[in-house]
């Protein structure tokens, strides 16, 4: 009998001290996560970083050098991808031209065997249709169907089956930005009416934060973070996280004191920022190599003679850029001391005050409480 996991009514997926090498390639290192189930969860990292060889360990496709994995609270190591309770929407889609919808949404169930009635193959595709809302499609050829409809008839064919869990390898790549943000949102929608956990590989920080859960951030074949998006963005564990995820200011220096106020690091520029480390990160201690971090959006903008408020850090600077981007503006701003500094002003406040040209002299400032000092690892 296979080993059970513990928690096998809460937990879908399990790994325990998961190692994947390939030959001298080590690709995932020493990692053990849970993934609840019913959730949406996303591993999310750049080219290398071990996400879809963690996806691929999952599937069936490849199995652990050494470690544990489990689905629905079974080890599923040397059980062959087409044995186990998943399923995967690939970011090519891979859908048969030589089939129409219908026939290719229902290709999982005709090869079961026992193989269902045709009436029930029938009725399953049907409400699969229904599903991802492609009702009535079902003669029609796959090259007929735009980008959005091809990635659902993929996730109908992945659904049919009713798997423990959908795996979803980058699945909005191919599309434009439009589609994939609307796309992003059906996506969310249907793995709320589905029920079913979701697990999906990207390298897009806002397709991960967008519509998971919970995020799993890698690094050469290691969790760095895992938790909600806003945990990911509001308490970073350290620099690299910080800078995956969102954009932000970096002041780079030293810790010189810590305290019950605050930690106080001196910039390699020799300015003093005082700020608070996040939750769970690995507490720094005086000598310390850190950054002081600031996200732009925490930062105001006003005119250089407009006087800010005293409790606030305030710098003075001139407008290098502006980009316009709809719902805010981001500006560069030039700064002595400071280095470059990146602000990102809502469009609300832009309405009421007023905008800023490259070459305009300006006073940024930010509260004490905006800075967060990250160790480098």
Wanted: hydrophobic share 35%; net charge neutral; charged share 25%.
């Amino acid at each position: 009998m296979a080993n059970q996991s513990s928690d096998s009514r809460e937990i879908d997926i399990e790994f325990r001290g998961v190692t994947k090498r390939f030959d001298d390639i080590l690709a995932v290192d020493d990692v053990s996560l849970t993934v609840k189930r019913g959730s949406f969860f996303s591993f999310l990292g750049p080219s290398g970083c071990g996400k879809t060889t963690s996806l691929r360990l999952i599937a069936g496709f490849d199995q652990p050098t050494q470690g544990d994995v489990f689905i629905g609270g079974n080890s599923v190591v040397g059980i062959p991808s087409h044995k186990r309770p998943v399923n995967m929407v690939f970011q090519q889609y891979a859908l048969f031209p030589h089939m129409d919808v219908a026939g290719n949404i229902g290709y999982g169930l005709r090869q079961r065997n026992p193989k269902p009635a045709k009436q029930e193959i029938t009725k399953r595709v049907d409400e699969t249709l229904e599903m991802v809302r492609l009702s009535g499609f079902g003669k029609r050829r796959v090259w007929e169907l735009s980008g959005g409809q091809q990635q659902r008839v993929a996730l109908a064919r992945a659904l049919i089956n009713r798997p423990t869990c959908l795996l979803l390898d980058e699945p909005l790549a191919a599309l434009d930005r439009k589609l994939r943000r609307e796309m992003q949102i059906e996506l969310q929608t249907l793995q709320r009416e589905v029920g079913i956990t979701f697990i999906l590989v990207t390298h897009d920080q806002e397709e991960a934060l967008s519509m998971s859960d919970r995020v799993c951030i890698m690094r050469e074949g290691q969790i760095i973070q895992s938790g909600s998006p806003r945990e990911l963005y509001d308490e970073p564990v350290n620099r690299y996280v910080a800078d995956f995820v969102g954009k932000t200011n970096f002041f780079n220096g030293e810790v010189v004191d810590v305290s019950n106020s605050g930690i106080t690091v001196k910039s390699e520029s020799g300015q003093i920022f005082v700020g608070t480390q996040p939750k769970g990160a690995p507490l720094l201690a005086k000598g310390s190599k850190a950054s002081a971090a600031v996200r732009p959006e925490m930062i105001s903008i006003t005119a250089a003679d407009e006087i800010n408020n005293c409790t606030n850090i305030t710098i003075h600077g001139r407008v290098m850029n502006r980009i316009f981007l709809g719902e805010h503006s981001e500006y560069l701003i030039a700064t002595k001391g400071y280095g470059d500094v990146l602000v990102l002003s809502p469009k609300s406040i832009e309405s009421l005050n007023k905008s800023f040209a490259p070459g305009d002299d300006v006073s940024i400032s930010w509260s004490p409480e905006a800075v967060l000092v990250l160790g480098d690892t």
